[in-house]
C-alpha cells in the first residue's frame, strides 16, 4: 500500500524567503513521487517528478525535491519565494506500472510581500 | 499541442440525476484516469482505462462509470446523485509504458449537486 503525508495544511512565507514545503511517503514498492500545483480554480500542473534518477530533482518555476530513502521524505524547495507561487501544492505517489496517483492532502502556500 | 481538455468547465445537477463529463487526452497519450477533488481536499482516484477497458479502480461505488473510445477520448457517468458528488473532477493523461509515468491533468469540471 502506498500513501502520503503533507506537513502542515498551510505554509506562509515572505517574498525572497525559502520556501519548504514537507511531505513523506510510504510505499511497499519503489516508487516514483511528484510534486503538483494548483492555481485557484484551475487543474494541476505538474512541478518535478522522481523517478529513480538523480535523487535531486529540477523542476518548473525554480522548484526542486530531494528524495531521501531513509527519511522516506520529498520535500519541495525554492530558495526566494514569489508572489506567484502562492497556490496549492499536493505531493503525490505512484508505483511502476503507470497506475493511479496518491495524492497528499495538499499544503497552501502563502507569500507576504 | 493541445493538453488534456475537459467539457463542460461548470455544471449544477439536481439530486438524483445523472451526469456525463468529458474527457480528451493529450496528443499521443493513450491512457486516461479519473480523479474526485472535493474542496479542500487532495484529489481521489476513481478510475483508469487503458485500450477501452478499466484498468484499474479505486474506492468509488458503482454509481461512477467510465467508458474509452477508440480515439482514447474517456467519459465519466455518476448516475443517483448525492449532494457529497459535488466536487471538482479531474481528468488526467499517460502514455503506457512512457518514461517516467508523467501524468497531465485537465482544468476539470466542477459539479454542483443541489
Known amino acids: 500500500a502506498q500513501s502520503v503525508t503533507q506537513l502542515g495544511s498551510h505554509v506562509s512565507v515572505s517574498e525572497g524567503a525559502l520556501v519548504l514545503l514537507r511531505c513523506n511517503y510510504s510505499?511497499?514498492?519503489?516508487?516514483?513521487l511528484f510534486w503538483y500545483v494548483q492555481y485557484p480554480n484551475q487543474g494541476l500542473q505538474l512541478l518535478l517528478k522522481?523517478?529513480?534518477?538523480?535523487?535531486l530533482v529540477k523542476g518548473i518555476n525554480g522548484f526542486e525535491a530531494e528524495f531521501k530513502k531513509s527519511e522516506t521524505s520529498f520535500h519541495l524547495t525554492k530558495p526566494s519565494a514569489h508572489m506567484s507561487d502562492a497556490a496549492e501544492y499536493f505531493c503525490?505517489?505512484?508505483?511502476?506500472?503507470?497506475?493511479?496517483?496518491?495524492f497528499g492532502q495538499g499544503t497552501e502556500l502563502s507569500v507576504k510581500p | 499541442d493541445a493538453g488534456v481538455t475537459q467539457s463542460p468547465t461548470h455544471l449544477i445537477k439536481t439530486r438524483g440525476q445523472q451526469v456525463t463529463l468529458r474527457c480528451s487526452p493529450k496528443?499521443?497519450?493513450?491512457?486516461v484516469s479519473w480523479y474526485q477533488q472535493a474542496l479542500g481536499q487532495g484529489p481521489q482516484f476513481i478510475f483508469q482505462?487503458?485500450?477501452?477497458?478499466?484498468?484499474q479502480r479505486g474506492n468509488f461505488p458503482d454509481r461512477f462509470s467510465g467508458h474509452q473510445f477508440p480515439n482514447y477520448s474517456s467519459e465519466l457517468n455518476v448516475n443517483a446523485l448525492l449532494l457529497g458528488d459535488s466536487a471538482l473532477y479531474l481528468c488526467?493523461?499517460?502514455?503506457?509504458?512512457?518514461?517516467?509515468?508523467?501524468?497531465?491533468f485537465g482544468e476539470g469540471s466542477w459539479l454542483t449537486v443541489v
Open positions: 503525490a505517489v505512484s508505483d511502476r506500472s503507470g497506475g493511479k496517483l496518491i
Open positions: 510505499s511497499s514498492v519503489p516508487p516514483y
Open positions: 496528443s499521443g497519450h493513450d491512457t
Open positions: 522522481y523517478t529513480s534518477a538523480a535523487t
Open positions: 488526467a493523461s499517460s502514455r503506457r509504458g512512457g518514461s517516467g509515468n508523467t501524468i497531465y
Open positions: 482505462y487503458y485500450e477501452e477497458e478499466e484498468r
